[in-house]
């Protein structure tokens, strides 16, 4: 179900229960070497959000309030940026919302127990999840797509697909709706076609429309308009389970 765009709500009533009802407190799973896109596309359409929804905040959360870096350490390059964590996994805001989970080289990681504990434990008090790229694979492994339709780097599928025999992975898509409560969105830049149709789906069309033109992206609206699949070979895999 759609919701009135903010923008034609006229009522300070209806304005003022609507902001009550919709999410305002998002976050981010942050781990070393994620994809800087994956982050900072969903989140530039939020910062413009924020203009007009000034309401909403968002937490950084990594493993230590240390600079996390999109850095590889495995490919020979000291070339990236650094964002500075606001929580640990371990002491998390107590009324997040929605939870983006990035992707990266960083998810390829020996040790995500943390960060895969962390999605596991705080999915039930969430209102919403969008993984994007290779972020499925995280909530994936932490059975957040068990039994559901999912999607994700197409240049990765077949490592992505691996990590969860459980999952229905499809293929031909820009984005997936898993369920009421995750978006799976294929790989970097698709996050933000993705935010941008959580956008519309939660806040309204009028609010996304506006959204995507003050940052001057070419939206794609169809979630099976995916040209990557072809370019990648990539092919549907059904669960094993």
């Known amino acids: 179900m759609k919701l009135a765009p903010l923008l034609l709500l006229t009522s300070p009533v209806a304005l ?6 919709l999410p305002t407190r998002f976050g981010v799973v942050l781990f070393t ?4 896109l994956d982050v900072f596309g969903p989140l530039d359409v939020l910062n413009t959000f924020s203009f007009q929804q000034k309401n909403i905040t ?5 493993r230590t309030l240390s600079p996390v870096s999109t850095v590889p350490i495995t490919m020979g390059t000291t070339f990236g940026e650094s964002i500075v964590p ?4 371990d002491a ?5 919302e929605v939870l983006i989970v990035p992707g990266g080289a960083g998810t390829r990681a020996p040790d995500l127990t943390k960060e895969i504990d962390f999605i596991r434990a705080a999915f039930p008090s969430l209102k919403y999840v969008i993984a994007v790229c290779t ?3 995280l909530i994936a492994r932490a059975g957040l797509l068990d039994g559901k339709r999912a999607t994700g780097n197409k240049k990765s599928w077949s490592w992505v697909t691996s990590q969860g ?9 820009r984005w997936v709706r898993s369920s009421e409560k995750i978006w799976s969105t294929s790989g970097v830049s698709s996050g933000v076609d993705g935010v941008l149709n959580f956008v519309e789906t939660i806040y309204g069309e009028a609010v996304a429309t506006d959204l995507a033109h003050g940052i001057e992206w070419r939206r794609v609206t169809d979630p099976d308009d995916d040209e990557f699949a072809a370019i990648w070979g990539a092919k549907d895999v059904p669960p094993l389970e």
């Open 86 to 89: 606001t929580h640990t996994f």
């Open 92 to 96: 998390p805001p107590s009324n997040l």
């Open 58 to 62: 968002l937490s950084l959360l990594s």
């Open 33 to 36: 070497a994620f994809q800087a």
């Open 165 to 173: 025999n459980k999952t229905h992975w499809v293929a031909k898509a």
């Open 135 to 137: 972020g499925n694979a």
């Open 16 to 21: 003022a229960l609507a902001q009550e009802a």
